[in-house]
């Protein structure tokens, strides 16, 4: 009876984590969707309420990871129950990172105080943007659904963003060297593309998890990466410093 009554609790812990998870996967998809809005829709209101329910994810994070030392602490659990509790982790960190990824789109979006140009330059990132919420749906669905091909799909999508990033970088740089009056918007456009960028590098790390979930070991291969512009690789690390 015993042993029934730690399963059934083991179990429960297991469930609780999963569905925390699941929530600050929701909230984080929430965070990258309004955040690009507020680029497109010039919404400072927006990007300010972005900036303040960051704090949301960052809690939930802080949740997943007491719930984690806890469970392992009591329940000592061996082989895959371990596996799901270290995924359980993974996750947080990735989610809370894309969160603050997004917040940093809003941040850009604030320091424009609404001087826009036309919405044509917006196009590429919000193309991007839709490329890795759809890669974030699909991992997130993969990890609830224990989907070992759905995250592989997500792995080997990565390379396709990079190319669109690469191609993003190319019609910005276009868009400066026609007019001058540009260059500030497309600058700050340049890192909101490179933010995008990292949330799909995020989510390929969810994928690479789902795989360890389910197999007990990380994948092989080499990560399918497509090759940046010299540009804006230069770009990235000047944001990274």
């Avoid at 984080?28 to 010039?42: F, G, N, P």
């Avoid at 036309?118 to 997130?140: F, N, S, T, W, Y």
């Avoid at 590098?201 to 197999?215: L, P």
Wanted: proline share 3%.
């Amino acid at each position: 009876m015993t042993d029934a009554h730690t399963t059934k609790a083991f179990d429960s812990d297991l469930q609780e984590l999963a569905r925390m998870v699941a929530e600050m996967g929701g909230l984080a998809e929430k965070q990258v969707a309004d955040a690009v809005d507020a680029l497109a829709k010039r919404d400072t209101a927006l990007a300010q309420r972005i900036t303040q329910s960051d704090a949301v994810i960052d809690a939930l994070q802080s949740g997943i990871e007491e719930k984690a030392v806890l469970t392992i602490a009591r329940r000592q659990p061996l082989a895959i129950d371990l596996r799901e509790i270290v995924a359980a982790l993974r996750l947080a960190n990735d989610l809370e990172r894309i969160g603050d990824l997004a917040k940093n789109i809003a941040k850009r979006v604030i320091a424009l105080n609404a001087e826009f140009p036309p919405p044509k330059l917006i196009r590429g990132v919000e193309h991007m943007a839709d490329l890795v919420l759809g890669q974030m749906k699909a991992v997130l669905d993969a990890y609830a659904q224990r989907d070992l091909s759905k995250a592989m799909a997500v792995w080997r999508g990565d390379e396709e963003i990079d190319a669109m990033t690469t191609s993003v970088f190319r019609e910005l740089l276009t868009y400066m060297m026609e007019d001058p009056r540009n260059i500030t918007f497309c600058i700050h456009l340049l890192f909101c593309a490179k933010n995008i960028e990292r949330m799909g590098d995020h989510a390929t790390n969810i994928a690479e998890t789902v795989h360890y979930m389910i197999e007990g070991h990380p994948i092989t291969d080499k990560r399918p990466k497509g090759d940046d512009t010299t540009a804006f690789a230069t770009l990235r690390a000047a944001g990274d410093r």
